[in-house]
């Protein structure tokens, strides 16, 4: 690996550390965090200060800099259905009392299934597996079988059965994960779909698998709240 690739790996390691449950790093904990020597850590953190990325705001503590509204908001420019897409997420987290979730597929020679929004408003009981992670696992996730599937791909982990399990998934419209991430963590997804029934992401929920035992309530509100916002972005499929 040349430098300036570790380098700029190094610093969005070091971006993607900060998340709503991190909103300040010190530089003590964030070098803990992220098993980096801390000269190595104080270069990145004064490298992403130096061009706005972060902020310095005491002596040793770090928080994300404006520089990123600039960018976020470019991004969510360019992707009309982000908006309403959060709020039907938001939503939802609020009406079910569990983590909910965006994921999108990003393509390329390697596709990666990508969280993009996280809600725990109301949420009810303890944290469940993944719910910081950027990068969703596609053989063991619900966003990821379901973006997987419906895109024709196959996991490098699938299972012997993934053929099947991924047409029973475009059969149903929605993936299920038990137990798969880790045990005591399932989750369910389904997708949100523009015009011309184009896949744009996953919107899901992840639970204590206890929860399960309510899974046709909460797919029903599931695919309700997704119908809702597929019919605004220009879906009129069944």
Known sequence: MTRTRSTVEGAVGVLEAFDADHAEWTLSALAA??????????????????????????????????????????????????????????ALARGTHLLAFLAVLQAGPSPRVLCVARSVQGREGGAVAGETQFVLPPHASASGKLLFALHGLTPDTAPADWPQEAQAIRRSGHALARDE?????????????GEGGAVLAALGLSFPTGRLRGREALLRRLTGVAAEVSWGLGHRGS
């Open 33 to 90: 965090h992220l098993g980096l020597a801390t000269s190595t850590l104080h270069e990145h953190l004064q490298t992403l200060c130096g061009c706005g990325l972060l902020l310095q705001v005491g002596r040793g503590r770090y928080q994300l800099g404006w520089r990123l509204l600039k960018l976020s908001s470019a991004l969510y420019g360019s992707v009309p259905w982000y908006a309403p897409a959060h709020d039907a997420m938001t």
């Open 181 to 193: 991430w880790e045990v005591g963590t399932s989750g369910m997804a389904v997708p949100l779909r």
